[in-house]
Structure formats: structure tokens, C-alpha cells
């Protein structure tokens, strides 16, 4: 490896510490600017270290393509919904010019704001069209279930209940989103929704609030749900197990295609992420 080019660097923690570890250039790929200035600005221990940040829409994957060159290592850890795909097409791009690497443990199949996914997920590799391997939005879903594996029965239950409060509304969110914008104490919440959590959750998304007698049937639906709930989750996050294996095997079998070796694997134990499948690549010998 010449180089690394972290993908989807946010503010340059992962860039500028596989550098501290590896000695290898590095650069960094960021859709935000703002974050670029940060991350640029991070590595204050590393003065005349050979890392660097750019502004870079890798969507597509065609601008991925054009900045890599031979012995570079492509990582991407956690990269949102559609951008694990961009990953994978601007490596095999990449692969026909230039010997290049890739090293991809992705995240949040549904999909992001920044990195969308449309309802049907279709494949991308040959192999996937041939076998029809398309995987609906709500399948994707279920690879991020694994993120209530361990919480207390009484943070699920609160869980649970907010979510039959949003459900109300017309807001189906997916486990992952449905804390966001609260605070820890929020997100800890195993006494159900008093003490202004429906109030601060609703309001955070502009949604009308709900009454106390719409807060109690919300609490009650949810202690009836939990025992389902409970008995379900282990099928679910197979389920999720599939979901994420599935895609992964497509993004590989996009790199197969256009000549580089490609395989899957565990790279770090689940305590540290459950997200921990990754696709690996690198250019025959």
C-alpha cells in the first residue's frame, strides 16, 4: 500500500489515525467543506505528516475514479446507503488503469439524506441481475437492528412507545432515527414517555403533541407489543444478517467483475460495531 483514501473522512479522525498506525499518506474524501476545514486542522501531533483533505461528490462513482492511481487503498468504514455502491463502482472503474485496493465495512443500507436509496434496491453486479437479487427499502431496514440488541427491556418499551406516537403521524422511522436529535438522558429513557420525552421528540420534528391520554395508549400498546417484540427480535435480526451479507456479496461481486479478488470477512468483534462486515478487494498479483 502507497496510500490510503479514506472515504467519507467527516472530520478526519479515521485518516489522520490510520496514519499514526500505518505511516502511509493518506488522503481524505469529504462531501462536506466544512468538515474538510476541521479535519485539515486535526492532526496537530503530526505537523509533517503526509495527509490531506479534499471536497469531494464521489456519487457515481466517476470521481472516485479519477483520483485514485496504483497502490492505493480504498477504505470506507460505515459508508451511508448508496455510497457503499459509489465505493464499489469507482474502484472497479479505477481497476482498469490503475492497481488499487479497497477495504469496505458499510452501514445504514436504507439509506441517508446525503446518500439515498430508492425504494427497490436494485443490483449492481451481473450476477445480482442475473439471480434478481433486488432488496425493498423496508429489507434494508433490518440490517440496523441489531442496534436494540442488549438495550433494557424498558429503554426497548420507551422505544416502542414513541414510535406508535410517530406512527400516529404519519412518521415511520427506522430504530436508528428515532432518538435523533435528543439528548443522552432521552436516549437512555426506560420510564416511559413522561417527563417531556414525547414532548421534545415531537417538537423536534414539527409534529402537532400528543395529549396525555394519547402518551398512556401509546405506553400501554407498547408493554402489550413487548413480549412479540422480544420473541420476533431474534428472527429480525437474522433476517438483517441476510440483508446486509446480500448486499455486501453484490458490492464484491461488482469488484470480481472487474478484475480484482474480492472476498468478505469480520474485521472487529461485534462489541466494538455490530456494522463489522466487510468487503475486501485488491488487484491480482
Known sequence: VRRIVDVGA????????????????????????QNVIVASSAGADCLDADVSFAACDIRGGEALAGRLQSGDLVVGLHPCGSLGDDIASGVAQA????????????????????????????????????VGLSLHREALKKSQLGRSEGAPLGVIETRLALSRLLAARGRLEPDEELLEGLGRRDRKAAGGLKDGLA?????????????????????????????????????????????????SLDRACVLEEAGLR??????????????????????PD
Request: overall charge positive; some cysteine; aromatic content about 6%.
Open 199 to 247: 414532548v421534545r421528540a415531537l417538537q423536534g420534528r414539527g409534529l402537532p403533541l400528543a395529549s396525555a391520554t394519547e402518551v398512556s395508549e401509546a405506553e400501554a400498546w407498547a408493554r402489550e407489543a413487548m413480549p412479540a417484540f422480544v420473541r420476533l427480535q431474534f428472527l429480525s435480526q437474522l433476517v438483517g444478517e441476510f440483508v446486509g451479507l446480500a448486499v
Open 262 to 283: 474480492a472476498g468478505l470477512g469480520r474485521v472487529f468483534p461485534t462489541v466494538v460495531s455490530p456494522r463489522n462486515l466487510a468487503v475486501l478487494a485488491r488487484a
Open 10 to 33: 467527516g472530520r478526519g479522525a479515521l485518516t489522520w489515525q490510520l496514519h499514526r498506525e500505518l505511516g502511509v499518506p493518506c488522503v481524505g474524501l469529504e462531501l462536506d467543506p
Open 95 to 130: 481497476s482498469s488503469v490503475a492497481h488499487v485496493s479497497v477495504l469496505m465495512v458499510s452501514c445504514c443500507l436504507q439509506g441517508k439524506p446525503w446518500a439515498p436509496v430508492e425504494i427497490l434496491r436494485r443490483p449492481r453486479s451481473l450476477l445480482g441481475q442475473r
